[in-house]
């Protein structure tokens, strides 16, 4: 299928069936003084509803995504929906850049205009990139999978080939956090006669060999892999819900805008590092347009399902398997998995490190400026 153009532009009987469920919201109780000890406060939520029903505009927000160049094509059978800002300098380096769960592709709008153009934003031309930022399979605009199987290692797989065949490309860098740095790991591992290097701000896969011959744990290695286990008893519900029964957790939250806010929202402030304020690192826009993107695009349902796909089919390496391309490794202090670097080294080529001095799991919209630094840094050694 050719590359056609996009425009995003939800009809009117989407936004008022949004704002009529707004307003019947049945709101739960809540045992006093929790906080967020539960879950998602309720006086915020309620502040949060109460804004995206009589104060929040949709319409000045599809301007403002619809003011980068959108695409839709083929892949594979699946309507793929993406970004694509040609970069304006002398070379521009092909970039696919992948959101993770709970984004979407609007978690980067920050640094698009930063990356393609960096002359505009005090940077160096020389520096720019095109810029692809797509929807991955099941979220916002592109198509829902109708088969199993779709996996982070599937996306990684149809990133390849769209740079590649249905763009052109035939070298890219990649770049990505959450189930993006999953995908970008998969296409430095799997497509390395076209991926230049990959620069993730996560690392979670894939496992490094551990068997006889591997060298034994650090101290450091040691801590992580006890921090994981503490982490993912203490947060790991939700992907344990989404990795088991995703299907009935989308009944409700594709039916209640109240809930869908909840469950989004909660995430947004436990993973970033607002210090307990989601408002300290996001603005309620840049909450709601991320929410309401799930709402309208009824995408809550298929993006969980990568959860399932991916936790029944595991990614080990081998014995002296690494992923053969250059990798840059950004840190950031709240996210929520802080490997050390001879963790990563066992699986990854790590050319650049960098420890962030702030930030948390979502990197483009928390410190823009600062991830995108780093990403010339690393990609300016691979021109």
Known sequence: MAVQPFKIDIPDSVLEDLQSRLERTRWPDEMPGTEWDYGS????VKELVEYWRTKFDWRAQEKLINSFAHFKTEVDGLDIHFIHEKGKGPNP???VVTHGWPGTFFEMHKIIPLLSDPASHGGDPADSFDVVVPSMPGYGFSGHPTERGMDALEVGDIWARLMSENLGYQRFGAQGGDWGAS???KLGHSHADKVIGIHSTLVTRPTPYMGPGSRELSEAEKDFLQQRR???SAEGGYAHIQGTKPQTLSYGLNDSPAG????IVEKYRSWSDCGGDVENRF????LLTTITIYWVTQTIGSSTKIYYETQRKSWDMAKDEKIEVPAGIAIFPAEISKP???????????????????????AALEEPVRLVEDIR???????
């Open 93 to 95: 380096v092909p970039l």
């Open 41 to 44: 406060n309720l006086d915020y």
């Open 183 to 185: 995908v970008t790991a």
């Open 283 to 286: 603005t309620k826009d840049e």
């Open 377 to 383: 840094n690393f990609f300016r050694q691979l021109r």
């Open 230 to 232: 503490d982490w993912q």
């Open 340 to 362: 050390p670097r001879e963790w990563v080294e066992r699986s990854y080529d790590v050319r650049q490190w960098t420890v962030m001095p702030a930030g948390g799991h979502f």
């Open 260 to 263: 869908l806010a909840a469950w």
